[in-house]
């Protein structure tokens, strides 16, 4: 079993950043891919990114590429998502999750365990 929850959500002006971390538990998390989404209001959930359970490979939606950057230390359990020039779409709960794929995965079903979220607001 492995529990996550995320920390680190607030409200932030636009062109700000915000650091999310995922404190997780279990001893075979860093054998885990660990995913991020969010959800805004009346919205589905939407894949962020992903890191592979090594960290050696990530993958971002086209939406936060090149703004957000996916971490992870297996020392600590935890991984982080660094958000850079936040926008006000990206104003959602964002969650961390953790899957036993072997493979990066981006749908929401794919993954096993899942956070609580924290709620991002980014707003002038």
């Known amino acids: 079993q492995v529990q996550a929850v995320e920390s680190g959500g607030g409200l932030v002006q636009p062109g700000g950043s915000l650091r999310l971390s995922c404190a997780a538990s279990g001893r075979t998390f860093y054998r885990y891919n660990m995913g991020w989404f969010r959800q805004a209001p009346g919205k589905e959930r939407e894949f962020v990114g992903a890191i592979s359970w090594s960290g050696g490979n990530t993958y971002y939606a086209d939406s936060v590429k090149g703004r957000f950057i996916i971490s992870r230390d297996n020392a600590k359990n935890t991984g982080y998502l660094q958000m850079n020039s936040l926008k006000p779409e990206d104003t959602a709960i964002y969650y961390c999750?953790?899957?036993?794929?072997?493979?990066?995965?981006?749908?929401?079903?794919?993954?096993?365990?899942w956070g609580q979220g924290t709620r991002v607001t980014v707003s002038s």
């Open positions: 999750a953790a899957g036993a794929s072997v493979l990066i995965r981006v749908r929401p079903d794919e993954y096993d365990y």
